[in-house]
């Protein structure tokens, strides 16, 4: 873990983040496989099995497209512990799984929202 940065799983309901990292896949679960790539719901390869074609993979690209990038502000809606995390972005909200969750790195907020 980066020093001065905690993951996403770290915070309690209606605490907030700003995003300072988000880790790459590579390296976590069955992401790490190599040669498989991202695949679609219908197992084809995408990019003839290099991944999505970003260096950060398919974790974060899916982040990007949700509204979470670095200096984003989030904030967590649910954490129960185990199971899905709720957050928000924005007006926006949704819900990651803890792997996912787990690779968002955040500079934990105080309630005036400064560091």
């Known amino acids: 873990m980066r020093e001065g940065f905690v993951s996403v799983l770290d915070l309690r309901p209606g605490e907030k983040g700003r995003v300072q990292e988000i880790l790459s896949g590579r390296g976590w679960g069955k992401e790490s496989r190599r040669g498989q790539g991202c695949r679609s719901r219908h197992g ?18 899916l982040l990007e497209v949700l509204g979470v990038y670095r200096g984003q502000i989030l904030e967590v809606v649910e954490n129960r512990g185990c199971g899905p995390v709720v957050l928000r972005v924005g ?14 790195l955040v500079e934990k907020l105080q309630k005036g929202g400064e560091a």
């Open 91 to 104: 007006d926006s909200r949704f819900i990651l799984g803890r792997g996912q969750a787990a690779r968002i």
């Open 44 to 61: 084809e390869r995408y990019r003839g099995g290099r991944g999505c074609g970003r260096s950060g993979g398919c974790t974060e690209r």
